[in-house]
Nanobody
C-alpha cells in the first residue's frame, strides 16, 4: 500500500516561510506525478502545485512566485517551499501521488497556519 507522509507544517507569521515535506513509500516519486493540494476551513480542497514525472512544474495562480515544488529522487520525497506567506494560505496541505497506472494516493495532511 502506498504511503505518503507529510511534515513541516506549523504556525508562522505573515511574510514568513515554511518547507513542507512528503516522503513516499511504495510509489516512485521520480516516475509519478506528485501534487500538493490544500484545504482551508469551510472550503473545498484546491490544487497548489505539481511536479510531473518528467520534471516540469505548474502552480496555482494564487501561489505562483511564492511557492516552489521540488523533489529528491534519492530520498523519494517531494517538497513544497512556502515563502511570503499570507493569512489566506492557512490550510491543511496534502500530498498526492499519481503513478504510471493513474492510481492516486493521498497523505494525511499537515496544518499550516499563518497568523500574527
Amino acid at each position: 500500500q502506498v504511503q505518503l507522509v507529510e511534515s513541516g507544517g506549523g504556525l508562522v507569521q505573515p511574510g514568513g516561510s515554511l518547507r513542507l515535506s512528503c516522503v513516499a513509500s511504495r510509489i516512485i516519486v521520480r516516475s509519478s506525478d506528485m501534487y500538493w493540494y490544500r484545504q482551508a476551513p469551510g472550503k473545498q480542497r484546491e490544487f497548489v502545485a505539481v511536479i510531473a514525472s518528467g520534471g516540469s512544474t505548474n502552480y496555482a495562480d494564487s501561489v505562483k512566485g511564492r511557492f516552489t515544488i521540488s523533489r529528491d529522487n534519492a530520498k523519494n520525497a517531494v517538497y513544497l517551499q512556502l515563502s511570503s506567506l499570507k493569512p489566506e494560505d492557512t490550510a491543511v496541505y496534502y500530498c498526492k501521488g499519481v503513478d504510471w497506472r493513474g492510481a492516486e494516493s493521498w497523505g494525511q495532511g499537515t496544518q499550516v497556519t499563518v497568523s500574527s
